[in-house]
């Protein structure tokens, strides 16, 4: 089997070229054995590309040879190629242009190449009003130390300190920007891998607290969702409207994030051909975005929530309408307001924890529940759509009526919370 001609990396330098065998029967012509040519960058994606290019000449030199065209002399002599050099000074904004330009290479979609452009933006130009539109050269590791410094403990009271997670998270979308600026020849070093900020700021994760759990105790699922307070949400009008009363039920029934149940349109509950409901959690609209790629999945809807009306949210509604069509997509999503509603109903339950993320908790709630009452683990994390780690797992489908059969297992939060009447055969727990 022939192999796919790939581009050669330098060792030393990092540059990739085209290297190509001459066939035996041109080298008297063309005068040498191998064709050598720069591709003038250290980033592979960029590589492929010029390859790509290089390589279609590379096919015209040897079909010019062959029919007589082929004249030596005026061809590039191989050493003659001039040392890659970097390139004249230019503006961190300019690099972020490069950087939002090249990212079509990744092959990604057009709706997560725009959220992407958006996040790493908004991170380089929060550095760019702090040290200002400087040349790349002109940004040091102290820089990064300062800046970083900024972000945790601001010397303007009016603006919002940043956590040292989300910190991090901006400085190495900042850092990427930077390392494509050295893979395009554009910067000798980042400066931001020099200045070894990450390892300052401490690990990504705060150890954990056995003491402190991030999900509701079945005590506290009780308590909050039968609260007149938060009941009095499910026909409530204007923003956020009934999505107060939905999100965490829905949330507590299946462990799914907050935005993924949020951005749900109608299209995305569907009933199998087994009569199953279920939800879609998919990011295939422009305004529909995902964590990962394990994210992507089929939820069965659970029997409670079909008997509270859940589908009443979707019938006679065209399938491009959005099921909770109060919510709008802001800076914090379009379950942000959600959240800011839901933390003073946890306060005025009792149940409020500052290191709890209140809506979040529900994702380690259920979870929680699954191993309690004996959902197995990869029944769980097809639910949750967390990722299992083995490749396997990529392999085939995780069937709906497996998940929804294991989810009959969980007691029932509705009825134990009076959201519905108790039956003769109501899973509740105590």
């Excluded at 890659?84 to 709706?111: C, F, N, V």
């Excluded at 009003?129 to 040091?140: D, E, F, S, V």
């Excluded at 809506?359 to 967390?386: N, Q, Y």
Aim: glycine share 6%.
């Amino acid at each position: 089997m022939a192999l796919i001609a790939q581009p050669f990396r330098h060792p030393d330098s990092g540059i990739y070229y085209l290297r190509r065998r001459v066939p035996d029967d041109l080298r008297s012509l063309i005068g040498r054995t191998e064709i050598r040519r720069s591709l003038h960058t250290r980033n592979h994606q960029q590589a492929k590309a010029a390859f790509a290019v290089a390589y279609a000449e590379s096919e015209r030199t040897f079909s010019q040879a062959r029919n007589g065209l082929y004249n030596a002399s005026e061809q590039r002599k191989p050493d003659a190629s001039p040392a890659p050099t970097l390139e004249a000074p230019i503006t961190l904004s300019e690099a972020l242009q490069r950087y939002i330009d090249a990212l079509p290479l990744s092959g990604k979609t057009d709706h997560v190449l725009r959220r992407h452009t958006v996040d790493y933006s908004r991170a380089v130009n929060r550095f760019i009003k702090y040290r200002g539109n400087c040349a790349l050269t002109a940004i040091q590791p102290a820089d990064i130390h300062r800046f970083a410094g900024v972000l945790l403990n601001p010397t303007d009271a009016k603006v919002q300190p940043l956590a040292t997670s989300s910190t991090r998270l901006l400085l190495a979308r900042v850092s990427s920007v930077l390392a494509f600026a050295v893979d395009a020849g554009l910067l000798k070093s980042n400066p931001v891998t020099i200045s070894r900020i990450h390892k300052r700021l401490g690990p990504g994760k705060p150890k954990r607290n056995l003491g402190k759990d991030k999900g509701y105790s079945w005590k506290e699922l009780v308590s909050l969702f039968s609260q007149p307070a938060y009941q009095q949400h499910r026909n409530a009008e204007g923003r956020p409207g009934n999505a107060v009363f939905w999100i965490p039920l829905i949330a507590a029934y299946t462990g799914a994030r907050r935005e993924e149940i949020g951005q749900l349109y109608v299209a995305d509950v569907i009933q199998h051909e087994t009569g199953q409901w279920f939800i879609r959690i998919i990011d295939d609209r422009p305004d529909k975005s995902l964590k990962t790629d394990s994210s992507r999945r089929d939820v069965p809807i659970h029997d409670d929530l079909i008997e509270l009306g859940i589908l009443d949210l979707v019938q006679d509604r065209a399938s491009d309408a959005r099921v909770f069509p109060h919510l709008v997509k802001v800076s914090d999503g379009y379950a942000g307001i959600v959240s800011k509603a839901w933390r003073p109903l946890t306060q005025q339950c009792g149940v409020y924890q500052a290191h709890r993320h209140p809506l979040h908790a529900f994702r380690h709630t259920f979870k929680t529940l699954a191993r309690e009452h004996g959902i197995p683990k990869e029944v769980s994390d097809w639910i949750t759509g967390h990722a299992s780690g083995s490749v396997g797992d990529a392999y085939g489908i995780n069937p709906l009526s497996r998940m929804a059969a294991e989810m009959k297992k969980l007691p029932s939060i509705a009825r134990a919370a009076g959201l519905l009447p108790l039956t003769l055969d109501s899973h509740i727990r105590y």
